[in-house]
């Protein structure tokens, strides 16, 4: 759990994030087998486990770039499964940071940061720079603004993924494996980004292999397996006493 300052006390708020009975199937392939979950407002919640087991598709169901087969996602107490829902309206309160940077190549790193803000948020030329400013600055990129994604590192890409989602304004951050294809010593700078928003209490869904990450962030460490959630708790009481003889198994290779 996070050291900086206590754990805000959600007791009787909606989650931010509520998964219910959700089902995800392929055809004949069940990916996701009935899965509750939650995160709460201000929450760091860190998922685990071996590749296939659901992780990812259980995230992208959480503002629906995948379709629940059945089962209910509510962001803010709103069911985005709902086909009354104004999904646009839900999406933007969600960011999202991908694996690959999702970068468009074309554009230099400021107008990858104002292209959504003047669509979608309708934002003036003069604002949507000024809130870019900002978040380049956070991710330590303030003097690469007019540099093209291709004369970046990977790591450098990635914070400026991250910027982009946080130029949206945001009230919660999904990363889906976010240091999963950068080089290791680029992992570093982006977990150090993603740390300052668990500090400044930015809500976060993180699928991740990043085990030192998790412990010293996390609020809650969910561990999934064949499109289950099989153990979840404290993240430094599941990596050190998991109870799971699966969860004991995985983290024997992992750690």
């Given at each position: 759990m996070?050291?900086?300052?206590?754990?805000?006390?959600?007791?009787?708020?909606?989650?931010?994030?509520?998964?219910?009975?959700?089902?995800?199937r392929y055809g004949s392939n069940e990916v996701l087998k009935g899965i509750d979950f939650h995160v709460d407002a201000g929450q760091v919640v860190c998922v685990i486990g071996p590749s296939g087991s659901g992780k990812s598709t259980l995230?992208?169901?959480?503002?629906?770039?995948?379709?629940?087969?059945?089962?209910?996602?509510?962001?803010?107490?709103v069911d985005i499964c709902d086909p009354e829902v104004d999904l646009d309206a839900v999406r933007s309160r969600i960011g999202m940071v991908f694996q690959q940077f999702n970068l468009f190549p074309h554009l230099d790193v400021l107008k990858n940061l104002t292209l959504a803000q003047r669509s979608v948020r309708g934002r003036s030329k003069a604002e949507a720079v000024?809130?870019?400013?900002?978040?380049?600055a956070k991710v330590g990129l303030a003097d690469r603004e007019s540099a093209y994604p291709a004369h970046l590192s990977g790591g450098q890409q990635q914070r400026v993924a991250i910027a982009r989602a946080l130029s949206m304004e945001p009230d919660m951050m999904l990363f889906d494996e976010p240091t999963s294809a950068l080089d290791p010593e680029l992992v570093g700078d982006v977990l150090a980004v993603m740390k300052d928003l668990a500090s400044d209490g930015m809500t976060m869904m993180v699928v991740t292999h990043e085990m030192g990450f998790a412990r010293e962030v996390g609020d809650k460490l969910v561990f999934m397996d064949g499109g289950v959630v099989v153990e979840e708790g404290v993240p430094s009481?599941?990596?050190?006493?998991?109870?799971?003889?699966?969860?004991?198994?995985?983290?024997?290779?992992?750690?």
């Open positions: 996070r050291s900086d300052g206590p754990h805000l006390d959600t007791s009787g708020a909606v989650p931010a994030i509520e998964v219910r009975d959700l089902h995800k995230l992208r169901c959480v503002n629906r770039l995948e379709e629940p087969t059945s089962g209910e996602v509510l962001i803010e107490g000024e809130v870019a400013r900002r978040n380049l009481e599941v990596l050190s006493s998991p109870t799971h003889e699966r969860t004991q198994a995985f983290l024997s290779k992992v750690l």
